[in-house]
C-alpha cells in the first residue's frame, strides 16, 4: 500500500513557477508509476503529467513545454516542475499512484489529498 502526500502549493503570478512536491510512503514506491492530476472549480478532474517506474514521462498537450515531472525514488518523492504559469492552470492539483502507465487514463490506486494552486493574472 502506497500513501501519497502533496505540498508546494499557493498563490504565484502570471508567469511565475511553482514545484509540487508529493511525499509516498511504502517501500514499494519506485515500483508505481506515478502523475499528477487536476480540477478547477467545476471542472472534471484531469490528466497533467506521468512517469513510469522507468522514468518514461508523459505530459498533457495544455502543459507540455511548460511543466516538467520527475522522480527521486530514493526519497520516495514525486515532483512537478511548473514554470510560465497561467491563470488557467489554478486548480487543486493531485498525486495518484498506479500499476501502470494506465494511470493516464485515471486508472489509478492511489491519492493525494490535494495541494490548491491559485495563479493570479
Known amino acids: 500500500q502506497v500513501q501519497v502526500a502533496e505540498s508546494g502549493g499557493g498563490l504565484v503570478q502570471a508567469g511565475g513557477s511553482l514545484r509540487l512536491s508529493c511525499a509516498a510512503s511504502?517501500?514499494?514506491?519506485?515500483?508505481?508509476?506515478m502523475a499528477w492530476f487536476r480540477q478547477a472549480p467545476g471542472q472534471e478532474r484531469e490528466f497533467v503529467a506521468a512517469i513510469s517506474s522507468d522514468f518514461r514521462r508523459y505530459h498533457a498537450d495544455s502543459v507540455k513545454g511548460r511543466f516538467t515531472i520527475s522522480r527521486d525514488n530514493a526519497k520516495n518523492t514525486l515532483y512537478l516542475q511548473m514554470n510560465s504559469l497561467k491563470p488557467e492552470d489554478t486548480a487543486v492539483y493531485y498525486c495518484?499512484?498506479?500499476?501502470?502507465?494506465?494511470?493516464?487514463?485515471?486508472?489509478?490506486?492511489?491519492w493525494g489529498q490535494g495541494t490548491q494552486v491559485t495563479v493570479s493574472s
Open positions: 495518484a499512484a498506479g500499476a501502470g502507465m494506465s494511470i493516464i487514463r485515471g486508472n489509478v490506486d492511489y
Open positions: 511504502g517501500r514499494t514506491f519506485s515500483s508505481y508509476a
